[in-house]
């Protein structure tokens, strides 16, 4: 490390750099403009490279500006950190979780699912929601202690991933009040008639459905399909139409949203896998969430 660099000049060019000026970078800094040029004119001169060039009104980075802002990022990303970091190094300790939603997956599931690790002792929940290929993906390169699901990985011998059950729930189809009368009279056909709402294809349960579907010879009305089943009962409940749901959320379901249930799916159920990058797994919060549901 060069102790010639003056890390308050390296931050007043990361400013400008971010704010695309000296202007604007001035503003925000609440400095003189010709104070902040000098900072980084002092910058460039003990670095012995240019950082900055005019670009029409304001300015850009030079290929040495665009090196030096990407080690400005990490410098300032990791300054900003340093409060957390000491607070949970003098605290009680964390226990880091950093899980992996399947955008397919109920939310109100994941929250039940997940209740056996809810209490944990200094729990710290970096919770993200995606693709399942995609999670797969941040799982095997260890961007990821647990995947929750609604279909098991997929047998790939490049991808060491390993599914362990969760449990299942059975489908029911519910109403917002805008419909409840009209699908209760003779369900399950009415819902040929009545505006109904599915998962797209991107999720395992919809081929389940088509083949209740199929099976007892109904034609659905469907006016909506949604990849994100949070978004699918959000219009669901607005009154757009009858919808499939876990029944495993039914008390939930019903009170936050205001809808009943009209009628069982009969054999559709769907499923909930926890995905982890180690056949034995070694997170002790992931061991906890597995042995919470096996219970």
């Keep these: 490390m ?22 604007r970078a001035a503003e925000r800094l609440g400095m003189a403009v ?41 410098i300032f990303q990791l300054g900003e950190q340093l409060p957390a970091a000491l607070r949970e190094a003098t605290g009680s300790p964390a226990v880091r979780l950093t899980l ?5 997956l109920p939310k109100l599931a994941v929250r039940l699912l997940m209740q056996p690790v809810m209490q944990a002792p200094g729990l710290r929940l970096l919770c993200h929601e995606d693709k399942f290929d995609d999670l797969l993906g941040d799982l095997a390169l260890h961007r990821l202690d647990v995947v929750l699901a609604d279909r098991p990985a997929p047998s790939n011998p490049n991808l060491k991933v390993y599914s362990h059950p969760l449990g299942s729930s059975l489908l029911a189809w519910y109403a917002p009040p805008a ?27 919809r081929t389940a459905l088509d083949q209740w579907f199929e099976r007892l010879g109904i034609r659905p009305h ?36 205001g809808v009943a249930r009209v ?33």
């Design 2 to 23: 060069s102790i010639s660099l003056n890390y308050r000049h390296l931050y007043y060019f990361w400013v400008v750099a971010k704010e695309g000026g000296m202007v």
């Design 222 to 257: 469907i006016v909506g399909e949604f990849e994100d089943s949070a978004l699918l009962k959000t219009f669901g409940a607005s009154g757009m139409g009858v919808f499939p749901a876990a029944e495993l959320v039914h008390e939930e379901l019903t009170s936050r949203y």
């Design 263 to 295: 009628g069982a799916c009969d054999g559709v159920a769907e499923h909930f896998f926890a995905i982890a990058a180690h056949k034995k797994v070694l997170h002790p919060l992931v061991r906890l969430l597995l042995a919470g549901q096996a219970k």
């Design 34 to 74: 010709q104070t902040v040029s000098t900072q980084v004119r002092e910058l460039e001169r003990s670095l012995g490279f240019a950082l900055l060039k005019p670009a029409g009104r304001g300015l850009a980075l030079t290929e040495a500006g665009l090196a030096a802002m990407r080690q400005a990022d990490q």
């Design 179 to 205: 419909w409840q009368a009209a699908a209760l009279q003779d369900f399950p056909h009415s819902l040929a008639s009545v505006p109904v709402l599915l998962p797209s294809g991107h999720a395992d349960v």
């Design 100 to 104: 992996g939603v399947s955008d397919t």
